[in-house]
């Protein structure tokens, strides 16, 4: 199963055909900063959501999660414990027909804290059959902005212990804080990039793992200031 997730940075209306021709294989895309369908008199747009789904809230209707299967999965959302009103924007769980459940995620309050919590308040949720991907805007870089129990480091460890691995620091080798592909680039300026989406998975489902090629990257900072992200999983 492919998945892709990208960040659109709003405006995904007049930026889901770039997407979707890009990778046209995909069987799922997660797409953060997503607009609400039901807000905007655009059939085209509208019709994308026929085989998916929006998350969000009426009052952030402009930058929720919208996920999309345009080969025909069935999506089901699954029940969780959003804790506050602004997780309900960030965070979407669902399962594809009827097997892999996948964790759409875009935490936009204390960011990684906001993650930990979520995970916590639906921890049953979380085996190593799931797969966590999105923009979760954490890095090891931010450690010293959180408290060490809530901090990326503290993330990954949690998620280790629960079988996840980090996708693209389990393919590269290269230690949390260190990764040189960047993923966001603040502002959209190429001199302050970091790598903040990701994708966590068991490594033994793992089967590839990729950021857009850095050759590609002023292309799509015409879109976004964030990178698409692609993983690749074996079925279960």
């Known amino acids: 199963m492919e998945i892709v997730s990208w960040n659109c940075n709003g405006n995904f209306r007049a930026k889901w055909q770039a997407l979707f021709g890009a990778f046209p294989s995909a069987d799922v895309y997660i797409v953060e900063e997503c607009e609400d ?4 008199d655009d059939a085209a747009y509208r019709q994308l959501f026929a085989t998916g789904f929006y998350a969000g809230t009426p009052d952030f209707y402009t930058k929720g999660i919208g996920v999309f299967a345009p080969k025909g999965h069935r999506l089901r959302r699954l029940r969780c414990d959003y804790g506050t009103r602004l997780m309900l924007a960030g965070y979407a769980p669902f399962m594809v027909d009827d097997g892999q459940k996948i964790l759409a995620v875009w935490p936009h309050g204390k960011y990684v804290e906001e993650m930990l919590d979520f995970l916590a308040l639906n921890e049953a949720l979380v085996t ?9 805007n954490s890095n090891a870089v931010f450690n010293r902005s959180h408290p060490k129990a809530k901090n990326h480091d503290a993330m990954v460890v ?4 629960k079988g996840l691995v980090d996708a693209y620091n389990h393919v590269t080798g290269e230690a949390q804080g260190e990764e040189t592909l960047a993923t966001f680039y603040q502002w959209r300026h190429e001199d302050k990039p970091f790598h903040l989406d990701r994708a966590y998975v068991s490594p033994q489902r793992l089967r590839s793992f990729a950021v857009v090629p850095r050759s590609e990257h002023g292309r799509w900072l015409e879109l976004s200031d964030h ?3 692609v993983l690749d999983i074996a079925d279960k």
């Open 37 to 40: 369908p039901t807000f905007f």
């Open 128 to 136: 190593d059959e799931l797969v966590i991907i999105g923009d979760t």
């Open 158 to 161: 949690w998620l280790r212990e």
């Open 227 to 229: 990178m698409p992200i």
